[in-house]
Antibody, heavy 120, light 107 residues
Framework: QVQLVESGGGVVQPGGSLRLSCAAS????????MHWVRQAPGKGLEWVAF????????QYIDSVKGRFTISRDNSNNALYLQMNSLRPEDTALYYC?????????????WGQGTLVTVSS | DIQMTQSPSSLSASVGDRVTITCRAS??????LAWYQQKPEKAPKSLIY???SLQSGVPSRFSGRGSETEFTLTISSLQPEDFATYYC?????????FGGGTKVEIK
């Protein structure tokens, strides 16, 4: 079955960097678009970034543009989120999510998430 | 950006009740709307896509309807495992956006 396992979260000071990873299995990774979605503690869901199956199209929410970079390694079935210039408001559980298919832009399934805490 | 407004933000209901959650969009979505269920400490799970299409494995007591800017998720007979938070999401345009969530609690 489809499995998405995030890693790389942790505690970082404001202005610092982190690189999140998502290991994918159980489906043909290079056929599917992928997303990152985050959830601040006790809050709702916020879509962060999208990458087309071949990397040809990338989208971000405005609040992370210029600071975050989404990428993928299809040979290793991995999705990444490089996060620079982190701010306290980036504190959240970050989910990796598979696009349903064919640029659907809705999410199924989701990983279990990795927690990023930005604090001094 | 398309704003998504869910109501109510929370509700209390009993097992067997019929429950309806509303989601309103700030502009027309061309039927590009999904619903998710999230239980505490768990990742969200997709329920419905394209307004009314039931995702595989989702019980038929869940249904969605609506068009353009107003949408509903209905649970026809609430079951104990349905107590959770529900989110709508538009995928008509970037940035993809979610409603604020509706927490369904036990009365």
């Amino acid at each position: 079955q489809v499995q998405l396992v995030e890693s790389g979260g942790g505690v970082v000071q404001p202005g610092g960097s982190l690189r999140l990873s998502c290991a994918a299995s159980g489906f043909i990774f290079n056929n599917y678009d992928m997303h990152w979605v985050r959830q601040a503690p006790g809050k709702g869901l916020e879509w962060v970034a999208f990458i087309r199956y071949d990397g040809s199209n990338i989208q971000y929410i405005d609040s992370v543009k210029g600071r975050f970079t989404i990428s993928r390694d299809n040979s290793n079935n991995a999705l990444y989120l490089q996060m620079n210039s982190l701010r306290p408001e980036d504190t959240a559980l970050y989910y990796c999510a598979k696009d349903f298919g064919n640029w659907a832009n809705w999410f199924d399934p989701w990983g279990q998430g990795t927690l990023v805490t930005v604090s001094s | 950006d398309i704003q998504m407004t869910q109501s109510p933000s929370s509700l209390s209901a009993s097992v067997g009740d019929r429950v309806t959650i509303t989601c309103r969009a700030s502009q027309g979505l061309r039927n590009r709307l999904a619903w998710y269920q999230q239980k505490p400490e768990k990742a969200p799970k997709s329920l419905i896509y394209d307004v009314s299409s039931l995702q595989s494995g989702v019980p038929s007591r869940f249904s969605g309807r609506g068009s353009e800017t107003e949408f509903t998720l209905t649970i026809s007979s609430l079951q104990p495992e349905d107590f959770a938070t529900y989110y709508c999401q538009q995928y008509n345009s970037y940035p993809l956006t979610f409603g604020g969530g509706t927490k369904v609690e036990i009365k």
